[in-house]
Structures are given as structure tokens and as C-alpha cells.
Antibody, heavy 126, light 110 residues
Framework: QVQLQESGPGLVKPSQTLSLTCTVS??????????WSWIRQPAGNGLEWIGH???????KYNPSLKSRVTMSRDTSKNQFSLELNSVTAADTAVYYC??????????????????WGQGTLVTVSS | QSALTQPPSASGTPGQTVTISCSGS????????VYWYQQLPGTAPKLLIH???QRPSGVPDRFSGSKSGTSASLAISDLRSDDEADYYC???????????FGGGTKLTVL
């Protein structure tokens, strides 16, 4: 069974950089037919895709956050990471890491998230 | 403003069937699979339906999904009190090259 676990500071000051790591067990982030994603959910609100990293190491970011986001990975630890710079109170949210299966080669249809981490609350405040 | 449109709330009594709708466009639901998630307070979303109408192992057959054109729906039959939760639909968006979500539907069991 695939498991994902987020870790990182729960409090970040405005204008600083939010850094989170996701540790994956039960699957390899550098092989297979999946990409590895970050999603966030502000309190009382819906879900927003931040970006994902492919097994190749390539990345794709949400255009609304692209200028502030960097995702990376450490394949030796089977971990991938998120950095979001210049944070404001609007970045306060529960951050989830997640797995996305690749598109269906038979139908051409893309999939979305099948496994989620438990989430970690990050508060931006001085 | 979410890319997928869901009703903000739904309700039913125990034993009833409730249906939650999800409306999108040709760049998401129209050309990709729809997924549904259940989120209990303080927990991560849990996968309920994948690939439009497939249930992962362990999800009761009271939950069913369907898709037609650019819309999808989740039906919950034989409603139980522990079905009270927020329900989200999601689909890949070809324009975004990433997943988009509905705003969520809060289900109340009266």
C-alpha cells in the first residue's frame, strides 16, 4: 500500500519561504507510471493544485503560483519537496502531497489523485 | 471560483438516495476521467470513485459514479449518518495540464 507523509515547519513568517517534504513508501518516485503532486486547502475552502514532479524529474506548476514555486526530489530517500517563496497570509492552508497515475494509454484520458498524504497545516504569520 | 461546479450543500434522511452533481467543460470532464473524494472533518480526502465509475476496494457499492459529456454525478444510496462529509469531484484539465476540483458539497444526513 502506498503511503505519503508530509513534514515541515507549521509556522512561516510573511515574505519567507515555505518548505515541505513528502516521504513516500510503497512506491518509487523515480519509476513507474505516476507523477507526484502538491495540493493545498485553505481553511473552510476547496482544493488547489500547486504542481507536480514526474518520475523523470521534470516539473509542472499551476500558472497562478508558478513564479513562487519550486519542486524537487531526493530519489535516494524517496522524497519530493515543495518550496513556496514570498509567502503571505493567503498561503495559510493544509498542504497535501499526493500521487497521480499517468494517463490511460488506451483511452487517452488523464487520471487525477489516487493516494493522499494526511496533510500538514502551514500558518503564515509573524 | 472553482473550475468544476458542485452544489454547496445536499441533504437526505437515512435510507434515502442522494445525488451530487459536478459540471465542467470540454477541457476537463469532457475529455478525462472524473474522480470523487470524501473528506471527513480534519482528515485528508479519501478516494471514493476513480475513472468515472470505478470503486476502489473497500468502498461500499452504495457509492456510484457516472459521467455524461461535460458533467458527472455521485450517487449515495441507503444513506447513513456516517456519510456526513464534504464531497469533491476532480478531473484533469488539458488547458492547465493539472487537476482541477469542484468547490465541494457538504452532505447533511437529517
Amino acid at each position: 500500500q502506498v503511503q505519503l507523509q508530509e513534514s515541515g515547519p507549521g509556522l512561516v513568517k510573511p515574505s519567507q519561504t515555505l518548505s515541505l517534504t513528502c516521504t513516500v513508501s510503497g512506491a518509487s518516485i523515480s519509476s513507474g507510471t505516476y507523477s507526484w503532486s502538491w495540493i493545498r486547502q485553505p481553511a473552510g475552502n476547496g482544493l488547489e493544485w500547486i504542481g507536480h514532479i514526474y518520475t523523470s524529474g521534470g516539473t509542472k506548476y499551476n500558472p497562478s503560483l508558478k513564479s513562487r514555486v519550486t519542486m524537487s526530489r531526493d530519489t535516494s530517500k524517496n522524497q519530493f519537496s515543495l518550496e513556496l517563496n514570498s509567502v503571505t497570509a493567503a498561503d495559510t492552508a493544509v498542504y497535501y502531497c499526493a500521487r497521480i497515475p499517468d494517463y490511460d494509454t488506451f483511452t487517452g484520458y488523464y487520471n487525477v489523485i489516487d493516494f493522499w498524504g494526511q496533510g500538514t497545516l502551514v500558518t503564515v504569520s509573524s | 471560483q472553482s473550475a468544476l461546479t458542485q452544489p454547496p450543500s445536499a441533504s437526505g434522511t437515512p435510507g434515502q438516495t442522494v445525488t451530487i452533481s459536478c459540471s465542467g467543460s470540454s477541457s476537463n470532464i469532457g475529455t478525462n476521467y472524473v474522480y470523487w473524494y470524501q473528506q471527513l472533518p480534519g482528515t485528508a480526502p479519501k478516494l471514493l470513485i476513480h475513472r468515472n465509475n470505478q470503486r476502489p476496494s473497500g468502498v461500499p457499492d452504495r457509492f456510484s459514479g457516472s459521467k455524461s459529456g461535460t458533467s458527472a454525478s455521485l450517487a449515495i444510496s441507503d444513506l447513513r449518518s456516517d456519510d456526513e462529509a464534504d464531497y469533491y469531484c476532480a478531473a484533469w484539465d488539458d488547458s492547465l495540464s493539472g487537476p482541477v476540483f469542484g468547490g465541494g458539497t457538504k452532505l447533511t444526513v437529517l
